[in-house]
């Protein structure tokens, strides 16, 4: 257990981990002090990066959740509408049904390209962090 191949050769998790230390541009795991958690959170570039992830995984995940329980609300409240025939045999709630797993990828979409602000933040941070 704690071993996998990769290319045929038996590798350990440590020189997995070894392996992909490299590609976390050189932020070390050096233990850190409490006083040195205590000044990245102070610092107004950290408050900066903080504010802007729950500016957006707030409302993405109270949009996620009221779009996903709608479905079987509406199904249970308001029957006869979403009864109602769209294509052929197909009703408004199998195209509800549908439409949450594109939901659910398009939120990804967006998760992922606010992440990429997160991280260049992140990494102001670090940067800003390792020269003070």
Not at 124 to 130: A, G, I, W
């Amino acid at each position: 257990m704690g071993e996998s191949t990769t290319g045929g050769a038996c590798v350990s998790a440590t020189e997995q981990r070894r392996e992909i230390a490299p590609l976390s541009n050189g932020v070390s795991e050096e233990p850190t002090s409490s006083a040195s958690w205590e000044r990245v959170a102070a610092m107004a570039e950290f408050k900066a990066l903080l504010a802007a992830k729950l500016k957006f995984i707030v409302p993405a995940t109270v949009f996620f959740l009221v779009y996903y329980f709608a479905l079987p609300i509406l199904v249970g409240y308001a029957p006869h509408l979403m009864e109602t025939k769209v294509l052929g045999v197909v009703n408004l709630a199998y195209v509800f049904a549908l439409s949450q797993f594109f939901m659910a990828w398009i939120l990804a979409a967006l998760y992922l390209r606010a992440a990429g602000r997160f991280d260049e933040m992140a990494k102001e941070v670090v940067n800003k962090s390792r020269r003070e």
